[in-house]
């Protein structure tokens, strides 16, 4: 167990011997002996994958979904979790402000629905567009994809990162260090877009055969490689029928589909060379001509042509 987890861990059974003591809203209650009743009290019903994630959230997650598989609104109902059974600052980003606005919408309805007759299970201290103030300290904050407006934050506890395969490098390579000190924990989703990009890359550094589907039982994740992989395509989501997936893939072509509805990374549209040609093009075998390890040709020092020669690796 990390020191990030243990630390929860103690916070949380300290936590609980409070409220035994002091009483507690019974939806506030419910939320810590059951991770998916922030669903169920919305009218929804998780899928396995969903319970499970909500159940046992990793450091690091990486969500590969199909279209419509309900990525956005598990981890909005993850996030008001969160916030609600412990003091959390949560930060929303996607590559667009509309994109994350309307992931705090989903976790403000979820927010909104937990409230009963004994009102919601922790007040609002202040409330906007895109952002939420609890009374037990809780902030959940909704941010643009740049990457020159988003630094400032720290000591994030769960930073959650939407349309994550759209993302630019500059923006992941910003926000990560704001989990340093908290510790905090990571979840990008998204649907493929390319073999380009930081979730491309994260998300391949597995065999694309053994990806995690959490429904499976199946977990990734390693001291070396600290990510779950968690992958849904469009036939593990009962919610769309096969019907409808024969008209998209009749109307889209198979390359918008596999991207789509079955989460294949594909080369882009506009790639003149396959990925898979690329990479097979590279060799260990091959002496470099230049910069570091590049061998010399054998010229004499005499010869005009050394200070060529030279050039050739500074």
């Known amino acids: 167990m990390s020191r990030s987890a243990l630390s929860r861990t103690v916070e949380s059974l300290t936590g609980e011997v409070a409220r035994l003591e002091a009483g507690e809203n019974a939806a506030l209650v419910s939320l810590r002996e059951d991770p998916a009743f922030v669903m169920t009290a919305a009218g929804l019903d998780p899928d396995p994958w969903q319970r499970a994630l909500l159940a046992a959230p990793p450091e690091r997650a990486l969500l590969l979904c199909t279209r419509q598989a309900g990525k956005s609104t598990t981890t909005a109902a993850l996030a008001c979790r969160e916030a609600l059974i412990r003091p959390q600052t949560v930060l929303l980003v996607a590559p667009a402000l509309r994109q994350s606005q309307e992931l705090f919408r989903k976790l403000t309805d979820f927010y909104e629905a937990l409230g009963g007759p ?40 769960l930073l959650i990162l939407d349309e994550a395969s759209r993302i630019e490098d500059a923006l992941y390579y910003a926000v990560r260090p704001m989990l340093a000190v908290s510790g905090g924990r990571l979840v990008a989703m998204t649907t493929p877009f390319g073999k380009r990009g930081f979730f491309f890359d994260e998300w391949s550094r597995a065999n694309a055969d053994d990806g995690a589907n959490l429904s499976a039982g199946a977990d990734l994740g390693s001291d070396a ?8 395509t469009a036939y593990d989501c009962p919610r769309i029928s096969e019907g409808f997936l024969d008209e998209e893939r009749q109307a889209l072509g198979a390359w918008w589909f596999k991207q789509e509805y079955l989460c294949e990374f594909a080369d882009t549209i506009d790639s003149l060379f396959r ?23 054998s010229v004499s020092p005499s010869d005009p042509r050394s200070a060529d020669v030279e050039r050739l690796i500074v």
């Open 225 to 232: 490689d600290p990510w779950r992989r968690i992958k849904v």
């Open 275 to 297: 990925t898979e040609d690329i990479m097979a093009a590279f060799s260990s075998d091959i002496a470099p001509l230049f910069g570091q390890g590049a061998t010399l040709p």
């Open 118 to 157: 004994d009102g919601p299970p922790v007040a609002a201290t202040a409330s906007s567009a895109l952002r939420l103030e609890l009374a037990n300290g809780s902030r959940i904050i909704a941010l643009p994809g740049s990457e020159k407006t988003i630094r400032g934050f720290s000591a994030v506890d």
